[in-house]
């Protein structure tokens, strides 16, 4: 790797430029956010974890397009979310009547807490100016949560909404796009800033998959470069 230098220009040349420097990049990153389509705007969402990627390739490309392709994964060991509470009941008909037999009601919802690992991460590295290097990128992962999520039901009590086969899972997953920026406060130290729309998905793995279409999260964190 070229020896780094006191410039802003050489600062982000070491972490991203020369044909010798495909570096390696490791930090630490907090996310959160909220919901942000129809019924989730009220959901919210936090998270720390761990970032790790490599450069895989030297810069190419043309004009503001220039930059280089990197892999990354993220674990987040600590998340949660943070829904609305309601009450609703388990509902099964009687047998060979129209009547419904239903449990008392009960709350759902609240706070769930799980485990996220985004395993693929697909980022592009513009070649940025200075101290300055963004970046835009793609990623899929996996959510598990202590409960299923998010909760499923409703106070007006129905077969569909309350019936023995109701409920959401405990695995979700988690395709998501963002943009954000590296900015190199020394040689290979950058803090960094983002933001991802995140949609959250059973897959219909599990009865009912009422997911997040869509949240806004932002994040930042602070990443050494080898």
Request: with cysteine; net charge positive.
């Amino acid at each position: 790797m070229v020896a780094a230098t006191a410039s802003g220009g050489q600062v982000a040349a070491n972490a991203f430029g020369s044909e010798r420097s495909r570096p390696l990049e490791y930090g630490v990153i907090v996310q959160g956010g909220k919901g942000f389509t129809d019924n989730r705007d009220d959901f919210k969402f936090i998270m720390a974890g761990i970032h790790a990627g490599k450069v895989l390739t030297d810069d190419f490309g043309l004009g503001v397009l220039k930059g280089n392709f990197e892999y990354a994964v993220e674990i987040f060991p600590f998340w949660q979310s943070y829904t609305p509470k309601f009450q609703r009941a388990n509902c099964v008909p009687i047998t060979g009547s129209t009547v419904i037999s239903c449990s008392g009601l009960y709350t759902t919802g609240g706070t769930y807490s799980g485990v996220s690992v985004t395993p693929i991460i697909l980022r592009w590295n513009f070649k940025g100016t200075g101290k300055f290097v963004p970046w835009a990128q793609g990623a899929g992962g996996l959510l598990w949560t202590n409960h299923k999520y998010p909760a499923f039901g409703s106070p007006i009590l129905n077969l569909g909404n309350d019936g023995p086969n109701t409920d959401a899972s405990v695995f979700n997953f988690t395709p998501q796009g963002g943009v954000g920026f590296h900015y190199f406060v020394k040689p290979k130290r950058s803090v960094d800033f983002g933001i991802n729309a995140v949609h959250i998905s059973s897959a219909s793995l599990g009865d009912k998959n009422p997911g997040v279409n869509a949240s806004v999260q932002f994040n930042v964190g602070y990443t050494f470069w080898k």
